[in-house]
């Protein structure tokens, strides 16, 4: 038997707005609330709502901070100025994905981060047993406390900012400030999955109701709607922005997952960098690349990809995209196969479907540029 | 409360049939569209192509799940709706009209009285449609 799934704060909003409930990661989530598509497109044309409180914030503190962050994930963490949020990978000594993440500098001496939900217990055992050896660096896992929301869109910016008590305006891409939003303690964070411009809300469990329902209240003249897992899919997928357990792995190697520019071998030792440091100069095998149909048929999870009928490579993510209305998606490619405008086929249902390397991101991003 | 119009039989599997003097027309219910949620993708027969009772005739894909579509009866298809190689949502905003799938010649008259009423059909969706 399957343990009981977990429910975020917000679990009886989504039932009471009719929302389709389905297991993720461990969690009863809400899949979609009207429908996929058009909550896709209220992300990209309004203002989305996202309930993303199942993902698990783990912080650590102390002298030693700064070293368990630099020994456990790939990416320079001594760059961080407080502030500043980091896109990282854990690795695993064979240089394979335990997880992807956000690594927030809270404090000189204290971080946060942000982790996917299916992976806490996991992330949680690999980070706390990795750094055993790490003085004077305290972890407290803080996701049963926390609730985040995610606020995407071209309204995002005003409407967060009709309900905070500070500029967010001012806050730079990959940035956050702390600050109340609808009386909430928040921290109010530029990052997002949607390549919206956008805010993701760390609020505590017990406020994250009051803020969702303020969000909602506000936004509704800008078209603010709730967004479901199935949107945030679509939203992700058009931006091949990687989801775990999809395209990447234990199997993955951050390299070919094409996460290179969070590799920072430079900053010195870290967990999977020999192993990393070999694959590159070895040469990667595959590449994780964007695919689009030529062939009207949609590629999914798993489905083989095939040059003139031999076999190199997978489908990692695939479905169509509401926004450049095509059938697109992710796939592990042999390395001489990765070039933009290569034909290959995708095996779906025992034939072969033309589809080709497409240019990604599929639709372009709208964040906010660096100042 | 999905609609099950009283003229028509259906499948288990959600698809309904609808006779019209010689031949059956075919298509998914709205209880069906309903769960599936938005139909992206339809991968049907050819005309000429035969399909037969219960066994699969084609594909129906949503945004998130690829779904198998079976024939009421067995037959001959004379004719597909081509609009939904373009228009699959059309599966969606009218799944008994313009979303039908195919027209089908049946090679057997004793297979409709196998297919279920509305009233069992209704009954079957009510427990969770399986």
Redesign the interface.
Known sequence: MSPPLKRTPLYHEHVAAGA?MVPFGGWEMP??YT????EHRAARGAVGLFDVSHMGEFEVEGPGALAALQHLTTNDVAALEVGQVQYSVLCYPSGTIVDDLTVYRLADERYMITVNAGNIDKDWAHVTTSTAHVKDARWRNASEGTGLIAVQGPKAEALVGRLADCDVAAIGYYHFVRGRVAEVETVISRTGYTGEDGFELYAPADGTVKLWKALLAAGRADGATPVGL?AR??LRLEMKYALYGNDIDETTNALEAGLGWVVKPAKGEFIGREALEKSRAEGLRRRLVGIEMVD???A?HGYPVQKDSRAVGVVTSG??GPSVDR?IGIAYVETPLAAVGTPLEVEI?GQGKAARVARTPFYPPKVKKPA | MANVPKDLRYTREHEWAKQEGDRVRVGITDYAQSELGDVVFVELPKVGAKVTAAKNFGVVESVKAVSDLFAPISGEIVEVNAELGQKPETVNQDPYGRGWMLVVKPSSKGEWDHLLTAQQYEALIAQGGH
Request: glycine residues 12%; aromatic residues 12%; hydrophobic residues 30%.
């Open positions: 389709r899949v979609q429908g996929i598509i058009e199935g899919d679509t009207r048929a949609v999914r479905s169509y059938y249902r």
